[in-house]
């Protein structure tokens, strides 16, 4: 429900909210994005900006107690690396603003 909630936020158009505790987009690097809620964790990367493409999903405290982070980038890249897309293939940059148009990060 956490990641239905929060896909039909991002594909809506409507603000995501970046607290000092909680930011629900990360880069992760190599392009690599992590959208998250409270329990989920869903991996992929941005072919343009506002899209998203999910390649991989799991539970926070999974990815969390196993330190999955590195494993799932490695699988986002080895996978859009096959895939035949247009140069470049992801959207460079590791600020929110330079992948998602609407967003909100309080001072």
């Not at 607290?19 to 941005?46: M, Y």
């Not at 080895?78 to 909100?104: C, H, I, W």
Request: aromatic share 16%; net charge negative; proline share 6%.
């Amino acid at each position: 429900m956490q990641a239905s909630a929060l896909a039909e936020i991002f594909v809506s158009g409507e603000t995501l909210t970046y607290s000092r505790q909680f930011k629900p987009l990360n880069h992760l690097g190599e392009g690599v994005w992590e959208l998250k809620t409270a329990d989920i964790r869903l991996f992929g990367w941005f072919p343009m900006r506002d899209v998203f493409v999910t390649y991989c999903a799991d539970e926070a405290w999974r990815v969390k107690e196993y330190k999955l982070y590195r494993g799932y980038v490695n699988e986002v890249v080895q996978f859009r690396n096959v895939l035949p897309l247009d140069e470049p293939k992801f959207v460079e940059g590791e600020n929110p603003d330079a992948v998602v148009s609407n967003f909100y990060f309080p001072d």
